[in-house]
């Protein structure tokens, strides 16, 4: 099993930025790579960004040139760095992670808040 705890979430103005933080634990042979998503009140998660252990990322495209995810192999940890935040980023963030089996794994989530 793959534990993935979240961190960084918080209240936010417009414009402003927050660095969200994914430590994972646990047996982690076989994971290819890890990600974020995010679910706002009354809409559906959604995907936000990923990487794989090569370090190739995806973003969803409103979040384009003001987010980037990374990871630390060393430290089983994955950032998602949010700038230029704005109210429609607000929702609950969660991390995740994938294996070559097809298995998930998420995180219980974090909630970022973006309003003045």
């Known amino acids: 099993q793959v534990q993935l705890v979240e961190s960084g979430g918080g209240l936010v103005q417009p414009g402003g930025s927050l660095r969200l933080s994914c430590a994972a634990s646990g047996f982690w042979f076989g994971i290819r790579g890890m990600g974020w998503y995010r679910q706002a009140p009354g809409k559906q998660r959604e995907l936000v960004a990923t990487i794989t252990n090569g370090g190739t990322t995806n973003y969803q495209d409103s979040v384009k040139g003001r987010f980037t995810i990374s990871r630390d192999n060393a430290k089983n940890t994955v950032y998602l760095q949010m700038n230029s935040l704005k109210p429609e980023d607000t929702a609950v963030y969660y991390c995740?992670?994938?294996?070559?089996?097809?298995?998930?794994?998420w995180g219980e989530g974090t909630l970022v808040t973006v309003s003045s």
């Open positions: 995740n992670a994938w294996a070559l089996s097809g298995a998930e794994y």
